[in-house]
Each structure stands twice: as structure tokens, then as C-alpha cells.
């Protein structure tokens, strides 16, 4: 079975950029039609991932096949803020958790309680700011799973949470981290042999899951930026000129991604006494490519 297990839908509320947080949404993609683009590209299961919403559920509830989750914000006790994904949640958990989520540890033995599991996503993206090495001690301690797939993010930050996941011995999840139409289904996690949701989830709690699909690119986010920016016009029309700065913003987005994988993975492989090798940064000219 197969699974896009990070996904986003208009209920995920106003984009966390400080300079877009008044005018853009982190998804305008409505739920129903976010189900039906999910099952026409293979997902035998769907799920949704808002940031700290469970609102979805009341259009998709009806749907057999269909569990709900959440992304997490939270903060660590260094002040950063990471996104955890919990799956197959109620809309009791949702209320605990998010009475939890700024005390990792209690949110933690809560989640282990309820027998949920639940990732640390993009850890080698600075897309939720800055990290400490204490942040990533933590995760090691108290999270069972790492997604090591994220299909919004390049290649050398998916290679960096993959070798982490495996030296540390975490589940691997992954999913395509869509906030528009273009990505969903694209990135998913697949069990073998699982024939229910119930056996979907008891197959990567085993370790039989695997994180498939594409990585990001420069070109994702373009068209990612794009679909989103799509939305702020159909609602704000007079801020067209802002999209002149789109390919600004991605190229200026990429160099410091990848310096930041790249270093996080270097000071916490310095660590271990595990050894192995890590994929090398994509070159600029492969930036622009989807990698499978």
C-alpha cells in the first residue's frame, strides 16, 4: 500500500514567511479535491498533514480510505521550532497534542501512550529556522521516525535525514510535502504486503516501509510558489508585481539549504562511530531537475 504521508490543504492556516504571513496561505488546495488527485496517482490510503489543524477531516471523513494526521509546530527547549508528524490521530489527540507541543518530552510519553507513531520532518532544512546540536539529541531520544523523503526538499537534505535515520535506527517515512496540486502523490511511503491501514502502519512501525518517489528541486519550488502565488492573486490581485521576485527568491533559498544540510551532517556523522558515505550536494545545473 501506498501512502503521501505529509500533505497540506487550505486549512493549514496563513504562511509562516514573516514578509507573505498577511497575504498568502500555506495551501489553497481544497480537501476533496486533494483526495481525488491523490487516488488518480496511485495512494491506496490518504492522510493530511496540516500545520496544527485537523479541520480537513470534516470534508474527508467519509471516505474509507482515508486517516487523519497533523504537523506539529513545536519548540525545542534551545527555542528552535521543528515540525512533527503524527499519524492516524483523533480530534481528542489533536486538542492533546497541541496542549503538548511545546514540551517535546511530554508531547512524547503522550503520543508513546496512545501507541502513535510520529516523525521529525525536514530535520536538514532550515525551513523552521535555526538548530542546536541538543535539538537533534533530543529528536534521537524520543522520536521513532525520521522523514527521510520529503519531496519539496533537495536532494542533499533527503540524503542527510536518510543516512541520520539509519545510523541512529529510525523509521524511515516520507511524503511530498504538496501545498499545491503539482506534488501530492508524487513522494509517498509504501508497505508491502499491507492489505488495511491498520497493517499499513504496523508494516513501517516494523521497518518495512519505503520512502519512494521524487526529492525536490529548484524547479519544484518554482512551480510550488507559483500555484500558491496563484491563490494571493485570485484573492489579492494588485500584489502581481510580487511574482517578478519568485526566481529571486528560489535561488536565493537554495545555496544556504544546502549549506545547512551539509554542515549539520558533517558535525553529527563527527559523532558517530558509524561510518558510510553521504551523497555530495547536487550541482547547480541539477538544481533545476526532479531527483527520483
Not at 3 to 16: A, E, F, I, P, Y
Not at 91 to 108: K, M, S
Not at 112 to 131: K, N
Request: include cysteine; charge should be negative.
Amino acid at each position: 500500500m501506498k501512502c503521501d504521508l505529509h500533505v497540506h490543504t487550505v486549512h493549514s492556516g496563513m504562511c509562516t514567511l514573516p514578509w507573505l504571513h498577511r497575504v498568502a496561505r500555506e495551501s489553497y488546495n481544497q480537501p476533496e479535491e486533494l483526495y481525488q488527485l491523490l487516488k488518480r496517482r496511485g495512494m491506496d490510503l490518504v492522510t493530511v498533514t496540516d500545520h496544527d489543524s485537523v479541520d480537513a477531516a470534516e470534508a474527508l471523513r467519509r471516505h474509507p480510505d482515508f486517516f487523519l494526521s497533523e504537523e506539529v509546530t513545536c519548540q525545542t527547549p534551545s527555542g528552535n521550532s521543528i515540525h512533527v508528524g503524527v499519524y492516524d490521530i483523533s480530534e481528542r489527540d489533536h486538542i492533546e497534542i497541541q496542549r503538548r507541543r511545546n514540551d517535546l518530552e511530554a508531547l512524547a510519553a503522550y503520543l508513546g501512550q496512545r501507541g502513535l507513531l510520529f516523525s521529525i520532518h525536514h530535520p536538514f532544512s532550515a525551513v523552521t529556522g535555526r538548530r542546536e546540536a541538543e535539538d537533534f539529541d533530543l529528536a534521537e531520544a524520543l522520536f521513532p521516525a525520521v522523514e527521510t523523503r520529503n519531496g519539496q526538499m533537495l536532494e542533499c537534505s533527503n540524503h542527510s535525514s536518510e543516512d541520520w535515520a539509519r545510523r541512529t535506527g529510525k523509521i524511515g517515512v516520507a511524503g511530498s510535502d504538496g501545498h499545491t496540486l503539482a506534488a501530492p502523490g508524487k513522494t509517498y511511503t509504501e508497505v508491502s504486503g499491507a492489505r488495511s491501514k491498520e497493517e499499513f502502519l504496523q508494516g513501517l512501525r516494523a521497518g518495512r516501509g519505503l520512502a519512494a518517489g521524487e526529492m525536490g528541486s529548484c524547479w519544484k519550488l518554482m512551480q510550488e510558489i507559483a500555484g500558491i502565488g496563484g491563490g494571493v492573486l485570485r484573492e489579492n490581485p494588485a500584489l502581481l508585481p510580487l511574482v517578478a521576485f519568485v526566481p529571486l527568491f528560489v535561488l536565493g533559498n537554495a545555496l544556504p539549504e544546502m549549506l545547512f544540510a551539509y554542515r549539520w551532517s558533517r558535525r553529527l556523522r563527527a559523532g558517530s562511530r558509524i561510518g558510510g558515505e553521504i551523497a555530495c550536494p547536487p550541482t547547480p545545473d541539477r538544481l533545476w531537475e526532479p531527483a527520483q
